[in-house]
């Protein structure tokens, strides 16, 4: 989740059992999908990536692999025995490990459930702005749509935004130019309310209640948006 999956996410192998969840759930902290985020999200199969990064939304396993997160699938019970034969191994290359995973890996007959939303996500996730795609939601009288618009309800707007347009512009960047951005769109972050606000209602306090300011979606103006893309001049990342 989060940091863990940004560490990760970036490797040739990334193995998950049955029991995996993932999740870049920084919108309800105020954040936004970091550590290269924006890079992974931003290469997903349709709108998929900006779904995930905007509901913050618990995938399993299925929905690991689907997503392209997972690479590779092992049942929770080999983990022990193919870690020992990965820590006896005295060559560590892409082709050793290959053949290595080939004994253990697994495939799975669930279907997952983002592959049975896909035409909802695409339907409202392809709008060109988050207030488009809230007020789509708002207007939808379909279920999907009603419980879509209650989990971003919950969320920051103005994280929801930023990582919105983070999502769409990284998918024309190269994964050092991404962090750069993110780096960026960080420091503005921290010079703001909402980050400290989502920390607190949520991992401090844990009142589930934050206050976020803007409170609302229509409130979170191009100024705003724009102020977390600017460049650092000589406090640049790279």
Known sequence: MGGGLGLSVHGSHRIITEKTITAMPETAIGLFPD????YFLSRMKDYLG?????????????DTLYTGIGTNLLYYNDL??????????????????????????NLTKNISKLKKEEENINKFFSKNSMIEVYSSLKNDTSEWAANTLNVISKKSPTSMTIAFEQIKKSK???LKNCLAMEFRICQAMMAKHDFYEGVRANLVDKDRNPKWSPNRIEDVSEKMIEEHFKTLGDKELF
């Open 35 to 38: 550590v290269g985020g924006g």
């Open 80 to 105: 022990e025995s193919f870690i020992k034969e990965i820590t006896d191994q005295k060559k560590y290359s892409h082709d050793d490990i290959d053949q290595i995973l080939k004994k253990y890996s």
């Open 172 to 174: 024309d960047l190269d």
């Open 50 to 62: 900006k779904y995930i990064a905007i509901t913050g939304c618990v995938l399993d396993y299925t």
